[in-house]
């Protein structure tokens, strides 16, 4: 990727070199993606600071963890404790607890409350009350309570209760012990203790003591709990 006038921007930037390198490593691998793409990490590469790097990466966030997620991974792995002041004033925070903004949790045990949005990846656990809102995926794992919501996917597990939603697809496995809405595709597995209502689709198997309130598509069955 050509960027004019990068030899002057890096005489003057204030980042440290570790971080530009590992920036401008991404931004070759971005060249042959599309324009929108292009023009993000065309951004952050320019960027002279941390601060305006942790602004650019809330600006760009679906794009970067969406098409990008192992990079992503990797970079936030070596500059996130050093630069951890930058990322929070802007509201992003990498296996942390969290109250508000966005957290990645990549393999480790988190709690978010208030309306923090966190994405769960590699065996990563989150605990989630108030009204956050988790993006679960792979085989990690969430517990929801008050009015907390989930998006799984993968192999996840999730035990919800309270005022909880759930949204499940691919082989998820859910609980519910609350007053519960799930709505479940493919060929989840829901066990159900108390519930307000259920949606399932696909080859879903549902797991509860009645037939109230649950609404059956395509394959999915009810089975006695």
């Known amino acids: 990727m050509r960027v004019t006038g990068l030899n002057q921007w890096t005489k003057n930037r204030t980042m440290d070199d570790n971080v530009y390198f590992a920036i401008k490593e991404k931004a070759k691998e971005a060249s042959r993606l599309n324009g929108a793409c292009k023009n993000g990490y065309h951004d952050l590469l320019l960027a002279d600071s941390m601060g305006k790097f942790c602004c650019l990466l809330g600006k760009y966030w679906n794009d970067v963890i969406g ?12 500059i996130y404790e050093t630069n951890k002041n930058d990322f929070n004033k802007h509201e992003i925070y990498y296996n942390e607890n969290c109250a508000s903004g966005k957290v990645i949790v990549n393999g480790k045990s988190v709690a978010v409350t208030g309306n923090a949005i966190a994405w769960v990846y590699n065996h990563g656990v989150i605990q989630a009350k108030d009204r956050s809102v988790v993006h679960l995926y ?8 008050e009015n907390a919501s989930v998006f799984a996917y993968g ?3 999730v035990n919800a209760m309270g005022f909880s939603s759930v949204r499940a697809a691919n082989n998820s ?4 012990n609350g007053r519960v809405e799930a709505v479940c595709g493919e060929d989840c597995e829901v066990i159900a203790y108390r519930w307000r209502k ?3 689709s696909g080859n879903s198997k549902i797991y509860a003591g009645g037939r109230k309130n649950v609404i059956l598509f395509d394959n999915a069955i009810l089975l006695n709990l």
């Open 198 to 200: 259920i949606t399932a």
């Open 173 to 176: 496995k859910i609980t519910l």
């Open 138 to 145: 792979d085989t990690s794992e969430a517990h929801l309570s």
């Open 67 to 78: 098409m990008h997620l192992s990079s992503t991974l990797e970079i936030l792995e070596e």
């Open 155 to 157: 192999k996840s597990t």
